[in-house]
Each structure stands twice: as structure tokens, then as C-alpha cells.
């Protein structure tokens, strides 16, 4: 009972006139981003964050959520009619989707997409609703030794997830860690890292930073690029599915639903893989595997369903513990911090109108998206015509512009402009940015649950062996950091066995 007055209270401030306007502008832009190929959330989040800064907070967060899942309804519409994924997430789309598109059923495949995003977002917020107060009353246990311990977990499991090399992501979260080192000592206020810069006095502004590794860093990365892209042409019609499809549907967005839901909980997993496990679950189930491929509209259900309820799935550690499990929800926590919040547990003791008001909109932006999809597919199609080369220098301008800003400081663009080099540096040699903007984030955090930790103990590092949460946490991210080298170790023998 007290979870449905939550909700309804949370849908007061939802449907309020400017959150209504916060959040179809979210999605709307979100949907654009999601069009447009070489584009992701975290660029575009961190474009539109300064903007955010002259806004009510609850809005602002409204409005940057939307942008996170707006994305995914948008990526399948240039997977299906351009089989090139607008978004990452929307990469296993385009096998069925396409061919459904040179098949004339264009239509249907951009129906069950919309209905099944819809769909898996409206399951996906009731289990979040579930959830994430269930943890943070948990959480609400934890000390500081436990907090700290925790965040060394969540940082663990994103590293060993990491798509490329697990040494060269822990490089990137220890960069990440001295990053949030860098400015006065949050207990004795003696600079650190500063050589004498003064705009470093305050440390490296996380704005900035996720500008320049998103946002420049695109802009360079794809200014390699030729894209050449073929928009499908034929007429799209018969948007809604028919029974046929439905039937063969339902189960898809069902199992995608809670698969994608559960597996965007995991600190690290972003939202391809749960597309990817749901494709090779519906190929497994189906009792014509050897037709995926071809044009099935179980792959397209399916993989949609998931990548839009991992989205969801992302938001609960995020609300509850003050988790990030990614870049784009470490970008969500960094705003709840820049603007006075405090994310974890407490976060809905004081300030329920943020929590419930973000959880409520959720619902209202999975219905605005499902309205507005439809009917804007024309428009959407009209927009992968416009050449590249203008946009990305519309970009450019824009992170220029975003940048300065926050203080009117031209060293702010500067910093934007050295993380953008970085950024282009780091996807040349495999390095994610992920990893960075977590350690970034959690720094902070991290640095005073460990001093608050060793005050407490009067120094002594026992104290986080002494408490079972702290040590269950601190066993289960070795185990993971360690992991590969159990598993190298074994295959050593494998091949050794096979040569003799």
C-alpha cells in the first residue's frame, strides 16, 4: 500500500507541466540520438548536462534519463531500414530487421520493436519499483567499510567485463581514481595534483571530462569514417503486427523483459550483451533456428525488449546503492551530485520527489516514445540523409559551447579539449572510457568511506575484515579481479596435455 502511495505521489510530480516538457524532450532528443549512427547516451547526456544546471533537479533528471532510453527505441528504426545500429544496443537488430525491411514487412519490424520496447519498459519499472527501495532500506545498514568495499566490488565487476583487455580497464579506473584525487583535501583542504593551475584548485569537473571523452572524442573518432548508408526506400506501411505476429512475439518481449531487466542490474554489463543473450535464447528456443537471419520477428522482439529494460535494470543500483553500473548512468549519478543529491540509500529518505518522480516518468517517457515512434518514422528517415560532416561539426560547436558555460571560463574548454585528445587516443589503442568515468565518480566517494572507515578503526585496516558485509564484498572482487589468471593457468595446462 505504502509503495502505491509512493507511485502516485511520484506521478504528481511526473505530470507536472514542466516535467512533462523535460521528459518529451528527453526522449525526443534521445530518439534523435539513437537515429543518428556514431552518436551514444553517454555523448549526449554529457552534451545537454550544462544545460541542466539552471533547472530544477528533479526535471534535469527526468530529462537525462529520458535521453538513456529514448536512445534505445531509436537505434532499432536505422538498424531495420539501414542495417547500420544508430546505437550500440541495437546491433543484433539489424540481422532480422533488415531482412524483414527487403521483404516488404518494414513495418511490422518497427511495430513489434516500438510495442516490445513499450512493453518491456512497463515490466521493467514495476520490477524497479520492487527493487530499489527493497536495497536501499538494506543499504541503509552499511557503514562506511561497507560502502567502501562495495564500491570496490562494483568497480570490479566493470573492469572484469570490460570488452577488451582487463589490464588495460583497471589503467583506466586507477586514472580514474587519481582524476577524483585531483584538487583540496576534502578533510584538510591541502591541495593535491594541482602544480599551481588554479582551475584544478576545484579538481577536474566531470562535465568537461565526459565532454571531451564523448563528445570530441565522436566527433574524431568518425570523422575516419565513410559513412555510406542506404536508406530502404519502399513505402512503409502496415505499421501495426498482426496476430501472427503477436503470437509469435509475445513470448520474445516476455523473456527479453526479464533478461534484460535483471542483467542491467550487474555493474559492468551494458546493454549489448543482454541483446546478445536474448537473440542466441530465442535461436535456442526456436523450432526453426536455422531461419534467424532471415527475417524472424522473434529477433527483433527479443533483443529490443532487452536493451530497453536493461536500461531500466541500470537505474536500480544506481537510485538505491549509488552504483553506476556504466557510463551513461555514472553520468546520471554525477548530475545527482552536482546538483546537491545525495545518491544511494538516502536518496529516497531525502528526496523522494527525485526518486519517485524519475521512477513515475519512466512510464510517462516509455508512452510518449511509443506515441511519437510511429507516427515520426517519415521524419527519422529524412534525418539519416543529412550529411555528416555538418553534424559533427554541429557537435563540436555544441561541446565548445557547453563547455564554457558552466563557469564562463576558458580553461574548462581547454580541459575539454585535452580529454578530447585523450578520449580519441584511448579508442585508438582499446581503451574504454567506461572504466575512467566510474573511477572518476566513485573516487570521491570511495576516498571518504575509506577515511571515514579508518577513523573510525583508529587506523586500523581490520576493520574491513572484521564486518561480514565488508569482507563478503572484498572476497567476491578478488575472486573476479583473479579469475583470468586461474583460467589462463588452466588452459596452459589444456595445451600442454594436448602437445603431449
Not at 519499483?129 to 562495495?150: D, K, M, N, V
Not at 558552466?406 to 582499446?430: A, E, H, P, Q, T
Request: net charge positive.
Amino acid at each position: 500500500m505504502e509503495t502505491l502511495q509512493n507511485l502516485l505521489f511520484g506521478f504528481t510530480i511526473a505530470m507536472q507541466p514542466i516535467n512533462l516538457l523535460y521528459c518529451f524532450c528527453g526522449v525526443l532528443v534521445g530518439t534523435l540520438i539513437g537515429v543518428l549512427p556514431g552518436i551514444g547516451p553517454p555523448a549526449a547526456i554529457s552534451l545537454l548536462l550544462p544545460i541542466t544546471f539552471h533547472v530544477p533537479p528533479v526535471s534535469s533528471v527526468i530529462m537525462l534519463a529520458g535521453i538513456m532510453y529514448g536512445a534505445m527505441y531509436g537505434g532499432s528504426t536505422t538498424s531495420i531500414l539501414v542495417n547500420i545500429p544508430g546505437e550500440a544496443a541495437s546491433v543484433v537488430t539489424c540481422l532480422d530487421g533488415y531482412q524483414m525491411a527487403r521483404q516488404g514487412r518494414a513495418g511490422p519490424a518497427l511495430g513489434i520493436a516500438a510495442f516490445g520496447s513499450f512493453i518491456a519498459g512497463t515490466i521493467s519499472i514495476f520490477l524497479l519499483i520492487l527493487l530499489a527501495p527493497t536495497l536501499a532500506h538494506f543499504a541503509l545498514r552499511f557503514g562506511p567499510p561497507e560502502y567502501f568495499s562495495l564500491m570496490v566490488l562494483g568497480l570490479s565487476i566493470l573492469v572484469y567485463l570490460a570488452k577488451g583487455s582487463i589490464l588495460n580497464a583497471l589503467i583506466m579506473v586507477c586514472f580514474g581514481l587519481i582524476l577524483g584525487s585531483i584538487g583540496l583535501d576534502q578533510m584538510t583542504g591541502v591541495p593535491r595534483f594541482v602544480y599551481k593551475i588554479t582551475v584544478l584548485m576545484d579538481g577536474v569537473g566531470l562535465v568537461q571530462v565526459v565532454i571531451g571523452l564523448f563528445g570530441i572524442s565522436e566527433v574524431l573518432v568518425n570523422a575516419e569514417t565513410i559513412f555510406r548508408q542506404e536508406v530502404f526506400k519502399a513505402k512503409i506501411r502496415g505499421l501495426l503486427p498482426s496476430r501472427e505476429d503477436w503470437k509469435r512475439s509475445i513470448g520474445p518481449i516476455g523473456r527479453g523483459s526479464i533478461l534484460g531487466f535483471f542483467m542491467g542490474i550487474v555493474p559492468g554489463i551494458s546493454v549489448v550483451i543482454p541483446t546478445f543473450v536474448s537473440y542466441a535464447l530465442e535461436k535456442k528456443l526456436s523450432k526453426y533456428p536455422e531461419k534467424f537471419g532471415t527475417g524472424m520477428i522473434e529477433g527483433v522482439a527479443g533483443p529490443e525488449s532487452a536493451n530497453n529494460a536493461a536500461s531500466a535494470g541500470a537505474l536500480v543500483p544506481m537510485l538505491s546503492l549509488g552504483i553506476p553500473t556504466g557510463a551513461a548512468t555514472a553520468l546520471l549519478l554525477g548530475a545527482l551530485m552536482i546538483f546537491g543529491l545525495r545518491p544511494g540509500p538516502l536518496l529516497i529518505k531525502e528526496s523522494p520527489e527525485v526518486f519517485w518522480g524519475v521512477v513515475a516518468s519512466l512510464y510517462v517517457g516509455n508512452l510518449m516514445l511509443l506515441i511519437l515512434n510511429l507516427p515520426l518514422i517519415s521524419l527519422w528517415v529524412k534525418v539519416l540523409r543529412v550529411p555528416y560532416s555538418f553534424l559533427f561539426a554541429l557537435i563540436l560547436l555544441f561541446c565548445l559551447i557547453g563547455s564554457y558555460t558552466i563557469n564562463n571560463n576558458v580553461d574548462d574548454g581547454i580541459i575539454m579539449i585535452v580529454f578530447g585528445l585523450i578520449g580519441y587516443l584511448m579508442r585508438k589503442f582499446d581503451y574504454e572510457a567506461a572504466p575512467l568515468v566510474l573511477g572518476l565518480v566513485l573516487g570521491p566517494m570511495m576516498e571518504n568511506a575509506l577515511r571515514r572507515s579508518l577513523l573510525i578503526s583508529e587506523g586500523n585496516l581490520g576493520v574491513f575484515f572484521l564486518r561480514p558485509l565488508s569482507v563478503v564484498f572484498l572476497i567476491v572482487a578478488l575472486f573476479i579481479l583473479f579469475s583470468p589468471l586461474f583460467l589462463l593457468k588452466r588452459r596452459l595446462r589444456e595445451e600442454l596435455r594436448s602437445r603431449e
